[in-house]
Nanobody, 115 residues
């Protein structure tokens, strides 16, 4: 079992930056592929970025070059640095931990990009 707690969301103007954090507890964090997903009102949840236990990163085309995922296995934490934010990035952002077909989710943190 893995418990995930996200933080770092908020209101930011277009072009601004935010850094999301997700702290994991309850299992061996370093073994999991960690990811960030988002869900805007009326839309399905979509992949934003993932990072494997070996550090390989994968990004949705819509965030490439603007967002960076990273992990600190010593602190059981995964980060999402979001730069040059756009109104279409507005969504609830969810942390995910996946291993061997089993997946865990956090409660989400809201990001609003608006002037």
């Amino acid at each position: 079992q893995v418990q995930l707690v996200e933080s770092g969301g908020g209101l930011v103007q277009p072009g601004g930056s935010l850094r999301l954090s997700c702290v994991a507890s309850g299992s061996i964090f370093s073994r999991y592929t960690m990811g960030w997903y988002r869900q805007a009102p009326g839309n399905q949840r979509e992949l934003v970025a993932t990072i494997t236990r070996g550090g390989s990163e994968n990004y949705a085309d819509s965030v490439k070059g603007r967002f960076t995922i990273s992990r600190d296995n010593a602190k059981n934490t995964v980060f999402l640095q979001m730069n040059n934010l756009k109104p279409e990035d507005t969504a609830a952002y969810y942390c995910n931990a996946a291993l061997g077909g089993v997946s865990f989710w956090g409660q989400g943190t809201h990001v609003t990009v608006s002037s």
